[in-house]
């Protein structure tokens, strides 16, 4: 009897619906950093180091933010490990080695959180501390 190795339908439905969560969150936080000025350079930027979820530029610094998107903040923030947090700082270090001033251009890295009711907040440089 052969194996079915297609994901099943309730497998797929989950990654869909959280995908479409994710992007949702991610329009929310893009929408929030255009409110304050913001331009969003790239969404879901990939590099070599690793993705990059939104990429905005403010008139003196480039912001790399990583989304999570949970029940509540408190889940969302729980949910980044420091694996992602050393891809997403890789992934940086290779996206700015495109400006002229390359690794001496300012940079900050943001923790977007987004709630189950769309609410977000921003964590300014959450990776340091």
């Given at each position: 009897m052969p194996f079915?190795?297609?994901?099943?339908?309730?497998?797929?439905?989950?990654?869909?619906?959280?995908?479409?969560?994710?992007?949702?969150a991610e329009d929310t936080v893009a929408l929030g950093y255009e409110a304050r000025g913001g331009t969003i350079a790239e969404?879901?930027?990939?590099?070599?180091g690793g993705e990059i979820d939104l990429i905005v530029e403010t008139p003196d610094t480039?912001?790399?933010?990583?989304?999570?998107?949970?029940?509540?903040?408190?889940?969302?923030?729980e949910s980044i490990s420091p694996r992602q947090v050393a891809r997403i700082m890789a992934?940086?270090?290779?996206?700015?080695?495109?400006?002229?001033a390359a690794l001496s251009t300012p940079m900050r890295f943001?923790?977007?959180?987004?709630?189950?009711?769309?609410?977000?907040r921003i964590l300014e440089n959450a990776f340091f501390g």
């Open positions: 079915d190795l297609a994901p099943s339908s309730h497998r797929r439905h989950r990654g869909l619906r959280n995908y479409h969560a994710g992007r949702m969404r879901r930027w990939r590099g070599e480039v912001v790399f933010v990583e989304v999570k998107q949970s029940s509540t903040f408190d889940r969302a923030a992934a940086a270090s290779e996206y700015v080695g495109r400006y002229p943001d923790l977007a959180l987004v709630n189950g009711r769309g609410e977000h």
